[in-house]
């Protein structure tokens, strides 16, 4: 009787290692998604890493919303992983900050090399990923609320960098 217990034991075992194994993989995706946008290129002399937030940044407006675009990956992985409400609201904060700080001409560009937001949501999403839990009704009412302000932020970024261009224009 103890042997079919025994491989029973050793197939729900196996399979939660199996389990544990594609959460690593996932997570180590996500990490090269953040190492990408924050930490791709070491700069030799000042030791600073920059990824193609900085590069894309240098495009004024644009650059900045595509780079804002590919960080609420990071913060659908959360939702993916069922990380506490406060948790997303401080990822999309992150991506916000970078966001409002990186339109900013010259000043956006500089706190580029200082401000990593993907770095530091991934380091969020690796501390509470193993903490699943099944979501409420609230959880999805909350996420729907936070990814709505982050998208009507970058819509209200474009629509500023639209007006302007627009207003530039007609000044020549």
Known sequence: M????SVVELYYESSSQ????????ELEGLDRVARMLDDLIR???LNLRVGLDP?????????DTASALFSLYLIGAAIH?????VVILRMAMNVALDYLIGIIPFVGDATDFF???NRWNMNLLRRYAQERRPPSFTDYLFVVFVIGALVALIAGGFTLIFYSI???GGLW
């Open 166 to 168: 627009k207003s530039v």
């Open 43 to 45: 700069i030799p002399i």
């Open 18 to 25: 199996t389990a544990s194994r594609a959460a690593n993989v």
């Open 115 to 117: 401000i990593k937001s």
């Open 2 to 5: 103890s042997k079919p217990n």
């Open 81 to 85: 992983y069922r990380l506490p409400k």
């Open 55 to 63: 590069i894309l940044g240098l495009v004024p407006w644009l650059g």
